[in-house]
């Protein structure tokens, strides 16, 4: 048969029910943490957005950069189309010069 272990004669407290000097200080700075806590939660919600939200602006300023390359390139085509209008009034376009080249 096995015999039990001998019972310790002084329990040992776990460490979190020592004496602690300046408790009140602690205390007050865990409800001071908490406090913390609870107003950046209120602020950024739970969702964490804060950190997303550095992913959120290279894709806002991308897209800005590609919608004004698209405006440039529309703004292009009708200056082109514009100008070639203008060139067939004057008599300059390639149909002016087709018809010189044709008596």
């Known amino acids: ?13 776990p460490e979190a029910f020592h004496y602690t000097p300046d408790e009140e ?8 943490l908490r406090h913390r806590q609870l107003r950046s939660a209120l602020l950024y919600g739970s969702s964490r957005y804060w950190r997303r939200r550095q992913q959120v602006w ?3 300023i991308g ?5 004004a390359l698209i405006c440039g390139v529309i703004a292009l085509v009708g200056a082109f189309g514009r100008q070639q209008e203008v060139n067939e009034e004057r008599g300059w376009g390639a149909n002016a010069q087709e018809t010189s080249a044709r008596p």
Request: aromatic share 4%; charged share 15%.
């Open 1 to 13: 048969m096995s015999t039990p272990p001998p019972a310790d004669p002084e329990p040992q407290l």
């Open 63 to 67: 897209g800005l950069i590609l919608v």
């Open 58 to 60: 290279p894709a806002v």
């Open 25 to 32: 200080k602690y205390v007050l700075q865990a409800d001071a």
